[in-house]
């Protein structure tokens, strides 16, 4: 009975970390989109869309790893913790590498870009993390 309960929790916790994550990309999407609109459309990255995706998969990863957390009785591992933050990073060099040597005229705006949203989402991973290892039953 107690197990269903955690799970459900569980389940409507993970709802709330994807309703937050979602808001707050769209929120720096659409300041970032209106800021072209003020500034001179010429300095738009072209890969510009591939960074709200790859933070919306990271996001999908972090709630996996939520989900399961929530289901094992040990809590969150270190290990665990550092894969997710290991895949991010290694997936932030490879688009941030990527669009440079594909883009490279609009290598600067994208990289300011991409800081805003790694800083964003490094905030957001680590108060979802912070939560999940006070409350070993989320």
Same mark, same amino acid.
């Given at each position: 009975? $107690?197990?269903?309960?955690?799970?459900? @929790?569980? $389940?409507?916790?993970?709802?709330?970390?994807?309703?937050?994550?979602? &808001?707050?990309? &769209? +929120?720096? @999407?659409?300041?970032? +989109? &209106?800021?072209?609109? *003020?500034? #001179?459309?010429? =300095? =738009?990255?072209?890969?510009?869309?591939?960074?709200?995706?790859? =933070?919306?998969?990271?996001?999908?990863? &972090?709630?996996?790893?939520?989900?399961? /957390?929530?289901?094992?009785?040990?809590? @969150?591992?270190?290990?665990?913790? %550092?894969?997710?933050?290991?895949?991010?990073? @290694?997936?932030?060099?490879?688009?941030? %590498?990527?669009?440079?040597?594909? #883009?490279? /005229?609009?290598?600067?705006?994208?990289?300011?870009? *991409? +800081?805003? =949203?790694?800083?964003?989402?490094?905030?957001? $991973?680590?108060?979802?993390?912070? #939560?999940?290892?006070?409350?070993?039953? %989320?």
């Amino acid at each position: 009975m $107690e197990s269903n309960k955690k799970i459900k @929790t569980n $389940e409507n916790w993970l709802k709330l970390i994807f309703f937050r994550l979602s &808001l707050m990309l &769209l +929120a720096i @999407t659409l300041l970032i +989109a &209106l800021s072209f609109c *003020f500034i #001179d459309a010429q =300095y =738009y990255p072209v890969f510009f869309p591939v960074i709200p995706i790859f =933070y919306i998969i990271c996001g999908l990863l &972090l709630g996996n790893l939520a989900m399961k /957390t929530g289901k094992s009785q040990n809590g @969150t591992s270190i290990r665990k913790i %550092v894969a997710v933050r290991m895949i991010r990073i @290694t997936g932030s060099i490879i688009i941030l %590498v990527g669009a440079m040597m594909f #883009d490279s /005229t609009h290598a600067m705006p994208f990289a300011i870009i *991409f +800081a805003i =949203y790694y800083i964003a989402y490094l905030l957001f $991973e680590t108060k979802v993390m912070t #939560d999940l290892n006070k409350n070993k039953n %989320v």
